[in-house]
């Protein structure tokens, strides 16, 4: 037996799905609440130091968190090459806003404090601030549009065309997602400064958390309404087998009112997924309240795990629908890399994933305890 054989390629393929949802749900709860904090800035702080309390609080970890992103993406190049391709051409403007607000994050950090101007740390702060909010906004905007489909096609000689605009992303729905994201992860920020920081800053923090978790339960649920009663979801009407080619032209596939709801009669346990969205959510909000620190944290976890597994549950097998052509959207089951090319990346993965976790827990439990205004404002130490 050929050793990549060990493993057929429709479970290869289910695995790389499940790894790619967590990478994605990795990132989100680690760079999230970066991104979080970044975005509350202007709201959570008010003088000098305690914006430099805010900054410092993820000042320590932030570009390690952004290793998942890099993994996903990594994963998403390998394991799914016309997934990639689609969605790195077609969404390209707004990976570059992206990229440059990320970008603007780390030149804030290191360049806030070289001038002791208050008109300069104050442009950097918002800086930090665009490198925290257009991120959040934007992945959100992404995942709307692929709910409701991407305007791509292929050719008959596997030539993507795609036909949309930048702004044509900015659509009602997919807004409505973007947003869902912001406070989503403005929560996930909150529950961090809450834990990580004292005084002015926490309590702030604790108040905006609060506002933003209700805000996730509420858009969270008019999603799942929208998707029920007002948005066509796919639905594969040919043969398809999941260890058939890679070519998304072999299928047939329509649209369907309440079809990315199908997956919930037919496996009621994926319910976990949006149940645990919800509670989560409110839960944080309660135990923002009875000040109940790391239960804080813990549930706005659970809540990004929910609403991210809720996505991918909702639309599987689809990972990128497309309104443009329904037939050439991608599935898992015809948008994989080859047998030996999935069976590779696992044996890597099963290597090197643990040590990045394991680094990970290490670096965070070093750098375990809270921020305060003594800390950053000392001149020994290297605080930004």
């Not at 005084?199 to 702030?204: C, D, I, L, Q």
């Not at 858009?219 to 070519?247: E, K, Q």
Request: charge should be neutral; aromatic fraction near 14%.
């Amino acid at each position: 037996m050929i050793l990549h054989e060990l493993i057929d390629y429709e479970t290869l393929r289910i695995i790389w799905w499940v790894l790619l949802g967590v990478l994605l749900i990795a990132f989100a709860t680690t760079d999230g609440f970066d991104l979080g904090v970044g975005t509350l800035l202007p709201f959570v702080a008010k003088t000098d130091a305690e914006r430099r309390v805010a900054i410092n609080a993820i000042g320590a970890t932030w570009e390690g968190n952004q290793v998942w992103l890099i993994l996903a993406g990594g994963a998403i190049f390998a394991a799914w090459p016309p997934l990639y391709a689609v969605s790195f051409s077609g969404f390209y403007l707004a990976m570059f806003a992206i990229l440059f607000a990320l970008i603007l994050r780390p030149v804030g950090f290191k360049y806030r404090s070289k001038r002791d101007s208050a008109r300069w740390r104050a442009g950097w702060d918002w800086a930090l601030f665009i490198g925290g909010f257009v991120p959040s906004l934007i992945f959100g905007v992404a995942v709307g549009n692929v709910l409701e489909g991407v305007p791509f096609r292929f050719a008959d000689d596997m030539r993507i065309f795609y036909e949309g605009s930048f702004f044509a992303l900015l659509n009602p729905y997919a807004l409505l997602c973007g947003l869902l994201s912001v406070a989503m992860l403005m929560m996930h920020g909150s529950a961090w400064l809450v834990l990580k920081t004292t005084g002015p800053v926490a309590e702030r923090a604790r108040r905006f958390g609060s506002i933003a978790a209700l805000a996730v339960v509420l858009l969270f649920a008019l999603g799942g309404l929208f998707l029920w009663m007002g948005l066509d979801g796919y639905r594969i009407t040919s043969d398809i087998s999941p260890i058939g080619p890679s070519n998304p032209l072999l299928k047939t596939v329509t649209l369907e009112s309440g079809a990315w709801l199908a997956n919930y009669g037919a496996h009621p346990w994926m319910l976990i997924a949006p149940i645990l969205g919800l509670l989560a959510a409110a839960a944080a909000f309660l135990t923002m309240q009875a000040r109940r620190e790391i239960m804080t944290l813990l549930f706005s976890n659970i809540s990004i795990t929910g609403i991210i597994s809720t996505v991918g549950l909702s639309m599987f097998p689809f990972i990128l629908p497309s309104s443009l052509d329904p037939r050439s959207s991608l599935t898992v089951w015809d948008s994989s890399s080859s047998h030996l090319t999935l069976f590779i990346m696992l044996v890597a993965t099963v290597i090197f994933l643990p040590i990045i976790f394991a680094y990970t827990a290490w670096v965070y439990k070093v750098l375990w305890g809270k921020i305060d205004e003594k800390s950053v404002t000392d001149k020994n130490s290297h605080a930004y």
